[in-house]
């Protein structure tokens, strides 16, 4: 059986208190990885082992507190192998009634956030001449979606900043891709009224909403050797919801 070992290799996952973070985070210490999470809020992990687990209250949009960040990883675990942009926040409203406030606000944490991180990131992985950057889009990033042109855009954003990152730092060793999920079931889609809810899920050729496990399980496959081929790509998990 193939199993995901991460044992020795250090990673970082920002947006870790709830949601799809907080499972990406738990399944990367199950596979033996230290990871270290970044969220605005703590969450409540004493169960983990303290050893191989680190939080750090910080805000992804800071471009000085990421490489504070970094910093700090490195002294603890001294080096950095994984990093995931997961960090994001949706505050939709349609284009002519959208405040710039709105818009700075998702685009600076969805878009500016990953950038922040991958930049710092980068320059500690570029050393090693390994590593590999993750970054959580959307199938509205790939699509557009009514309602989220703020969120669309930094999500179109992300994959271009992945695309690009790919070519800069393959010579590197460093591979560059992103996941985009559909409607997956937390904290964020909670919100939503009901009715757009079943929407989604009826958008689906499965018609099933997704779990954070199915995000946080590509997330372990990018993180992995066995993906060590595959670099600049964006692996949609959205159970068929955009074809
Ligand atoms: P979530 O439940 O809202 O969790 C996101 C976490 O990120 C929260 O703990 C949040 O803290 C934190 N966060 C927000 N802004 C931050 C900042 N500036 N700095 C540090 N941490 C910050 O969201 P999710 O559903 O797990 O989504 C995770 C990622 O997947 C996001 O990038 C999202 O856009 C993407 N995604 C989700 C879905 C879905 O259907 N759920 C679909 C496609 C893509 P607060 O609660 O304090 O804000």
């Known amino acids: 059986m193939i199993q995901v070992d991460l044992t020795g290799q250090v990673a970082v996952v920002t947006g870790a208190a709830q949601g799809i973070g907080e499972v990406i985070l738990s399944r990367l210490l199950e596979a033996g990885a230290s990871v270290v999470a970044i969220d605005l809020k703590a969450g409540d992990k004493c169960g983990f082992d303290q050893n191989?687990?680190?939080?750090?209250?910080?805000?992804?949009?800071?471009?000085?507190?990421?490489?504070?960040?970094?910093?700090?990883?490195?002294?603890?675990?001294?080096?950095?192998?994984?990093?995931?942009?997961?960090?994001?926040?949706?505050?939709?409203?349609?284009?002519?009634?959208?405040?710039?406030?709105?818009?700075?606000?998702?685009?600076?944490?969805?878009?500016?956030?990953?950038?922040?991180?991958?930049?710092?990131?980068?320059?500690?992985?570029?050393?090693?001449?390994?590593?590999?950057?993750?970054?959580?889009?959307?199938?509205?990033?790939?699509?557009?979606?009514?309602?989220?042109?703020?969120?669309?855009?930094?999500?179109?954003?992300?994959?271009?900043?992945?695309?690009?990152?790919?070519?800069?730092?393959?010579?590197?060793?460093?591979?560059?891709n992103a996941v985009a999920p559909g409607f997956i079931l937390t904290e964020m889609t909670d919100k939503m009224p009901e009715k757009y809810r079943n929407m989604a899920i009826e958008e689906t050729v499965l018609k099933k909403a997704g779990k954070p496990e199915d995000i946080a399980n590509a997330v372990l496959f990018l993180a992995s050797d066995l993906s060590s081929h595959i670099t600049g790509e964006v692996i949609k998990v959205d159970g068929g919801q955009y074809i």
């Open 52 to 176: 191989r687990y680190l939080f750090i209250q910080s805000d992804v949009s800071d471009f000085d507190a990421a490489k504070e960040v970094v910093n700090r990883v490195l002294e603890r675990f001294g080096r950095l192998d994984i990093l995931v942009a997961n960090a994001g926040i949706n505050r939709d409203q349609v284009l002519w009634k959208m405040t710039k406030e709105n818009w700075a606000d998702v685009i600076n944490v969805d878009l500016g956030g990953a950038f922040n991180y991958f930049a710092a990131a980068s320059s500690a992985m570029k050393q090693q001449n390994s590593g590999k950057l993750i970054a959580i889009s959307s199938i509205n990033g790939l699509r557009g979606k009514f309602g989220q042109t703020n969120y669309s855009a930094a999500k179109a954003g992300v994959i271009g900043l992945v695309k690009a990152a790919a070519k800069e730092l393959g010579k590197y060793s460093i591979r560059v």
